[in-house]
Structures are given as C-alpha cells and as structure tokens.
C-alpha cells in the first residue's frame, strides 16, 4: 500500500508533498529525547502522534538523520521508542519515525492512537488515581494563591515594578 500523500505548505509558503503511511491525532504528551552518539537530552512536548511517528515541539532540535532515544509520558503511562529526526524546525520542533519499538510497547502506542482517533473510550480511572488527580489539582491551586500573594507582596514593597508584577500574574493565571 503506497503511504499517504498530503499537500503542506512549508515556512517559505511553498506547497510541498508531505508522505506519511499513518494517520497522525493531536496530541500533549510530555517527551525526553536523548541522541543516541553524543548522549545528549532534550525534553519537550508531543503536539502529534502517530503510529510511525511523532512531532516533538522543542526549542533546539537536533539535526535531521540524528537516532534518538524518546520517552514519552502521557497519563502516567511511559512509551519508549527508538527513532530518527525526518525534518527539523529550528526554534519550533522535530518530526520523528520510530525505528524500533519493542514489542512490549507497542499495545500502549495502539491505544493511544485508539483513544485519539475515537476508535476506543479513554481508560477509566481508578478510584486512587482520581484521588490523586483532585489531591494534585488542590495542591496546584494552593501553589497558585501562594505565588500571587508572592507577587502582590514583592510588587507593594517595590520589589517588582507593577509591569512586572502583571506580567508574572499572567503567566501564572495561563
């Protein structure tokens, strides 16, 4: 079966032919990628995946042909995978085809991709992980109302200029 062929359009505005064998879901998963020859790590988002690969947002990507190690975490659940950068955006991300997936790894990939194609319902919780998920969101929230006194504080004894202090505020309520 021949792959997929999509129009695209690159950064310059120019149509390219973008070939892909699997659909590809949106996806936010946390990722560690580790080139394999000079050991180093890098660590971003996933923003799509796919069965044969994913987009991995971050700041300095590697270079194109590079093999990396990748550790992907999403809902508590952990994928490795090895792979290889097809094309880099530099400042944005990388696009990266797995090369070797274990077997062992592969029926978490197949159920995320289930999951994100609405083929298959989410895994329901179980009554400790939503334990857990309201235990962390309250402890999130509380570190919250303690950073914006923080704040509010630092910018009332002119610690921080009040553009400064907005701006932290913001970020904070993003």
Known sequence: MLPEVKSVTNSAGVAAK????????????????????????????????????????????????????????????????????LYSTGGMGMGLIFTEVEPSQRPLLQRWIAELSGELAPEPKTPKEEQENRSEESSNAEQRYVL????????????????????LLKKLML
């Open 18 to 85: 973008e070939r892909r064998r699997d659909s590809r879901y949106s996806v936010s998963a946390m990722a560690e990628a580790v080139e394999l020859q000079s050991d180093t790590r890098i660590s971003g988002r996933i923003s799509d995946i796919a069965l044969g690969g994913c987009y991995l947002e971050v700041m300095s990507p590697f270079a194109v042909g590079s093999s990396v190690k990748l550790r992907i975490t999403k809902d508590d659940k952990l994928f490795e995978a090895k792979a290889k950068v």
């Open 148 to 167: 914006n006194e923080l704040i509010i504080t630092l910018i009332r004894k002119h610690v921080l200029t009040d553009a400064e202090g907005k701006t």
